[in-house]
């Protein structure tokens, strides 16, 4: 009984097979031919030009956002831009309405300038001063060697030599200096307050000038009466020849007298730099 089924099976699927082998025959017959490789590659490129174009769809809108940014911050960039000449053309404008004003405040700040300069040049020589006093050698002495300062002048005191007052003055000529001229009481008193010899005569620089019958000091100025005595001042007065000091006073000579003499002339600038 089995065999008959086997041999009835094997029989059906020949049947079926020939069938299947029939169908495929007259379906190449009536024009179906199998799919061939060509339509493959032309699917295929349509897919990578689907693609190409979806990538270029994103690129441009990147790129489009991206200048929509750039035009945004430039926008912006250009407000400040209005805003920033906005602000320099009123303070343009306010500047030329100060300008009126502007010579006033020149001189105030000039006056201001001058103020501090003298103020740093009286807390230079102060400072100067008290280093002096410690190294009287320091680089900030204004001085010569040998010479003394007091305020803003130099003087040196001949002590060892003895000259007739012109011979003296042109020793004083040949220094860079003058015979010493007396400005101030406090002045005055500096020189007496010197440690001077046992005979302090010194010249001074104011003589008899006989073409104008007067007393001068050798820069041509007058002497002032407020700085002598009623002796010295009637001395000077009355009588003709070079003035010479002695002890605090003055008092008269005749020029061809030999006597030591003092020199004076004008300080240097003390220099911030030398102050160190």
Not at 113 to 131: D, F, V, W
Not at 151 to 161: G, H, I, L
Not at 170 to 195: A, H, M, R
Not at 197 to 216: A, E, H, I, Q, T
Request: proline share 5%; hydrophobic share 35%.
């Amino acid at each position: 009984m089995s065999e008959e089924v086997t041999y009835a099976t094997l029989t059906f699927q020949d049947s079926v097979a020939a069938r299947n082998n029939r169908d495929r025959n007259n379906l190449r017959k009536r024009g179906y031919p199998a799919p061939s490789p060509i339509w493959h590659q032309a699917a295929l490129g349509l897919l990578t030009l689907c693609l190409m174009l979806l990538i270029g769809l994103v690129t441009l809108g990147i790129m489009f956002l991206q200048t929509s940014n750039e035009i945004n911050s430039d926008s912006e960039k250009l407000s400040q831009l209005q805003k920033i000449i906005h602000q320099q053309q009123d303070n343009l404008s306010q500047q030329l309405r100060n300008y009126r004003n502007f010579p006033m405040e020149k001189e105030f700040l000039k006056s201001q300038i001058s103020s501090l300069l003298k103020r740093q040049r009286q807390m230079a020589i102060k400072l100067c001063q008290e280093l002096i006093i410690h190294a009287s050698d320091h680089k900030c002495n204004p001085c010569p060697k040998t010479w003394q300062w007091y305020q803003n002048s130099c003087y040196y005191f001949a002590t060892n030599e003895e000259k007739t007052w012109p011979n003296s003055r042109k020793s004083c000529k040949d220094k860079n200096s003058t015979l010493v001229k007396i400005d101030s009481l406090e002045e005055k008193d500096f020189l007496k307050s010197q440690p001077l010899p046992k005979f302090p005569f010194f010249w001074l620089g104011l003589s008899w000038d006989p073409s104008g019958r007067r007393w001068l000091w050798e820069d041509g100025s007058s002497p002032s009466p407020s700085l002598f005595s009623t002796n010295e001042y009637a001395q000077v007065n009355g009588s003709k020849g070079c003035a010479y000091f002695q002890r605090g006073n003055i008092y008269i000579s005749r020029c061809s007298a030999e006597i030591s003499w003092i020199c004076e002339k004008t300080a240097a600038l003390v220099k911030i730099e030398d102050l160190d």
